[in-house]
């Protein structure tokens, strides 16, 4: 603001205003994410161990359980040791994905093939514009990731190589899974299989994938309030904090709690009807991350290096872009908060997992799936 002629107090005025705008959104947006991923592997858990008949809630608390000790991995950088599982997890969990496509090939042999374009509405449109904002939502984590670096002039390189890698695998997944499956692909594509042994193995994988997953969209926030309460996440006995116990018996308590509010939130949502991973992702995705992906790095950019000398294209790329950002997340609020009201309460004790060949609206429902 006082580059742009505000005066100091002004500035001073505005600044925690902003800071406190900003944490909250990255707050709600990851603290969503965690939750979307634990429905997530709620779903895989259930829709692999199918004889074990047990309640979505229940699913969830177990997650909750098992899901436990990864959060209390103190840092983002003490995470390196078990990155390397969901890296593999990904490659495996392709492989089943283009795997099952193309033996099954759903818009050349089954009866009566995918269909495109039948139930789109101003909902699932803006739906679908929260959903392609959560694929790009990790931006508001880059300030963590980044302060843990050890070598953080790095930082354009792993942007390159990340980007490099994952919109081409974003564009492939998109492109085949709609010509496959078209209008009934689901948020869940592995319900979109058959059940057979490849799937089984894709959901294990992906279920690490999402174990990690709670861990990295939890960290920022956990790290933040431990921070602000005085207790410093790097350090484990040696200490004792004001609280009269060490560092690691502080998180063990208060990441727990912290966890067992998502799980809570998880089995909520695992109790109602409809495609839930696609409306909860659509939610996160408009609540913060259109706004840390989209407009608010060229926001942040204005404020900092455009001045009069600025050209006017750059001040229209700006504005339009703002527009468009601000638009993605109103409309992807909309859509999702719509479709979630509009979802009602399924007694799901025990849940029960419709594989998509055996639903009358799928592709190869008449015909079925050979192999």
């Known amino acids: 603001m006082m580059r742009r002629g505000a005066d100091e107090s002004a500035a001073h005025a505005w600044e925690p205003r902003v800071e406190l705008a900003t944490l909250c959104l990255q707050f709600v947006t990851y603290y969503l994410d965690a939750t979307v991923q634990i429905v997530?592997?709620?779903?895989?858990?259930?829709?692999?161990?199918?004889?074990?008949?047990?309640?979505?809630a229940s699913w969830a608390m177990l997650i909750g359980a098992l899901a436990l000790p990864i959060v209390q991995i103190p840092t983002m950088h003490d995470s390196g040791r078990v990155v390397l599982l969901p890296?593999?997890?990904?490659?495996?969990?392709?492989?089943?994905?283009f795997g099952e496509i193309f033996t099954t090939r759903p818009w050349e042999k089954c009866d009566p093939g995918p269909t495109y374009g039948k139930i789109v509405t101003s909902a699932t449109v803006f739906n679908s514009l929260g959903n392609f904002a959560y694929?790009?939502?990790?931006?508001?984590?880059?300030?963590?990731?980044?302060?843990?670096?050890?070598n953080p002039e790095d930082w354009p390189k792993v942007l390159n190589l990340t980007y490099g890698t994952m919109v081409p695998i974003y564009v492939l997944v998109m492109y085949w899974g709609y010509k496959a499956y078209g209008d009934f692909a689901k948020g869940n594509i592995n319900l979109n299989f058959p059940k057979n042994a490849a799937n089984i193995v894709s959901m294990m994988m992906q279920s690490v994938q999402c174990y990690y997953g709670v861990f990295f969209t939890n960290i920022a926030l956990m790290m933040?309030?431990?921070?602000?309460?005085?207790?410093?996440?790097?350090?484990?006995?040696?200490v004792v904090t004001k609280y009269g116990?060490?560092?690691?018996?502080?998180?063990l308590v208060f990441r727990t709690a912290f966890l067992a509010t998502e799980v809570l939130v998880a089995a909520i949502?695992?109790?109602?009807?409809?495609?839930?991973?696609?409306?909860?992702?659509?939610?996160?995705?408009?609540?913060g991350m259109t706004a840390m992906t989209y407009f608010l790095p060229s926001i942040i950019h204005y404020a900092f290096n455009m001045n009069e000398?600025?050209?006017?294209?750059?001040?229209?790329?700006?504005?339009?872009?703002?527009?468009?950002?601000?638009?993605i997340m109103l409309s992807g609020l909309y859509g999702s908060l719509d479709r979630l009201f509009s979802s009602k309460y399924e007694n799901q004790c025990p849940v029960r997992y419709?594989?998509?060949?055996?639903?009358?609206?799928?592709?190869c429902y008449a015909s079925g799936i050979r192999y």
């Open 40 to 56: 997530y592997i709620s779903q895989y858990f259930g829709q692999t161990f199918t004889g074990v008949k047990m309640c979505g």
């Open 87 to 97: 890296c593999v997890s990904v490659i495996i969990t392709l492989s089943v994905f």
């Open 135 to 150: 694929g790009f939502g990790g931006h508001g984590l880059y300030p963590e990731e980044l302060r843990e670096m050890k």
């Open 224 to 238: 933040r309030i431990e921070t602000h309460l005085g207790v410093d996440p790097t350090e484990r006995w040696a």
């Open 245 to 251: 116990v060490t560092p690691a018996v502080f998180r």
């Open 269 to 287: 949502f695992l109790a109602v009807s409809g495609d839930v991973i696609l409306d909860l992702q659509s939610l996160a995705g408009a609540v």
């Open 309 to 327: 000398r600025s050209s006017r294209t750059e001040h229209i790329v700006v504005s339009i872009n703002f527009v468009m950002g601000l638009f």
């Open 354 to 363: 419709v594989y998509s060949p055996h639903d009358p609206g799928d592709p």
